[in-house]
């Protein structure tokens, strides 16, 4: 109200559409477009619209912004960060892969990078790596995502033993997201529905895993219509569609 020229403004109102707790997804992209067009050279605005172009599934848009971003703040960890991302969404690992440990060396030991590390390794088939550099990492916005990726390492491995008694620790703490995970993994199709069903809130984690991550895990049970029916309540969630 007081200034609407003013970019930054209008790249902390998309923040506030994404999460509240109507999570007015497309309401956020146009914020965040508006920030752009009236500072260009806005680097966090970039940052912010390619995770919101990835939360809202629209993963192409999400490389163009990202590799803006980069352009614009090549030291930004968030950048480059957002752009390995995006490559993983976009089916690229390798190049994926090589952005995430640039990051690594701007910034060692960051948890987020840490964790993108594993995952990449785990896609393209790297398992004992993969074990390595999951076995210390917490994310807190990705919540137990360390976690489970061990547990589907397991399962790649034949460590059966060891992803069920992952598998029993999500149960425990009812974490419907990890459970359907890795029951896919381990083909128990029934139970993995079954507790995809449940999952009743969509953060930023199970949005991106359910989008882009485990792609082969979830090929496992993706024709059942009930998970194409999670994944309109999963757009539902985010506002896509509804604007």
């Not at 848009?61 to 590799?67: N, T, W």
């Not at 809130?201 to 359910?210: F, K, P, Q, V």
């Amino acid at each position: 109200e007081l200034d609407p020229t003013l970019g930054e403004a209008h790249a902390s109102l998309a923040l506030v559409y994404l999460y509240t707790d109507r999570q007015q997804g497309p309401a956020a992209l146009r914020e965040l477009e508006r920030a752009i067009e009236l500072r260009p050279n806005y680097a966090d605005a970039f940052i912010w619209l390619c995770w919101t172009q990835l939360l809202l599934g629209q993963p192409e848009m999400a490389m163009l912004s990202s590799r803006r971003a980069v352009e614009l703040n090549p030291l930004s960890v968030e950048a480059g960060g957002n752009l390995a991302s995006s490559l993983q969404a976009n089916g690229d690992y390798e190049l994926a892969l090589a952005e995430n440990q640039r990051v690594l060396d701007i910034q060692p030991g960051w948890q987020s990078a840490l964790l993108g590390q594993g995952l990449l390794l785990y896609e393209l088939g790297r398992l004992q790596e993969a074990e390595a550099v999951l076995a210390d990492v917490s994310v807190p916005w990705a919540k137990s995502a360390a976690q489970d990726t061990l547990a589907l390492v397991h399962v790649a491995s034949g460590n059966d033993l060891r992803s069920r008694e992952l598998l029993a620790e999500a149960e425990a703490e009812g974490r419907w997201f990890s459970m359907s995970l890795i029951n896919a993994a381990m083909g128990q199709k029934e139970q993995a529905i079954e507790a995809l069903e449940q999952v009743d809130e969509w953060d930023d984690w199970s949005t991106l895993a359910l989008r882009y991550f485990y792609p082969d895990v979830w090929a496992t049970i993706k024709d059942d219509p009930r998970f194409g029916a999670v994944v309109r309540k999963l757009d539902n969630a985010w506002g896509v569609g509804a604007d």
